[in-house]
């Protein structure tokens, strides 16, 4: 698998964020890959696109996991299902079908 630029946005505090971690560093174990950014949404230095994003969000090449196609703005971001993030397999399949993309 090539190696995609994956971000995990969050900010301290955020009560979904060692889920989510959790979540994604299975899913990238599983693809054979060991990296990723880590970006603090409240940060002055980060840029203005990243932090629209809710708490925690999971981008990859600069798409969202889970398809939302933008940032509601600063907060709390709670998704579907059981785990309230997306869950590792959602997010291998999200990082294979960005392989087939490219």
């Keep these: 698998m090539h190696r995609p630029k994956v971000q995990f946005l969050s900010f301290a505090g955020c009560p979904l964020e060692r889920q989510a971690r959790t ?7 599983e693809c054979g890959l060991d990296r990723y ?15 629209s994003w809710g708490s925690p969000t999971i981008l990859v090449n600069g798409k969202d996991v889970t398809g939302h196609q933008g940032g509601d703005g600063v907060g709390c971001r ?20 960005s392989a087939q993309d490219e």
């Design 78 to 97: 709670v998704y579907g299902g059981d785990l309230g993030v997306p869950d590792a397999q959602t997010i291998v399949d999200f990082l294979e079908r």
């Design 37 to 51: 950014e880590n970006v603090d949404i409240m940060a002055e230095q980060t840029v203005e696109e990243l932090k």
């Design 23 to 29: 979540e994604l560093e299975k899913a990238l174990a």
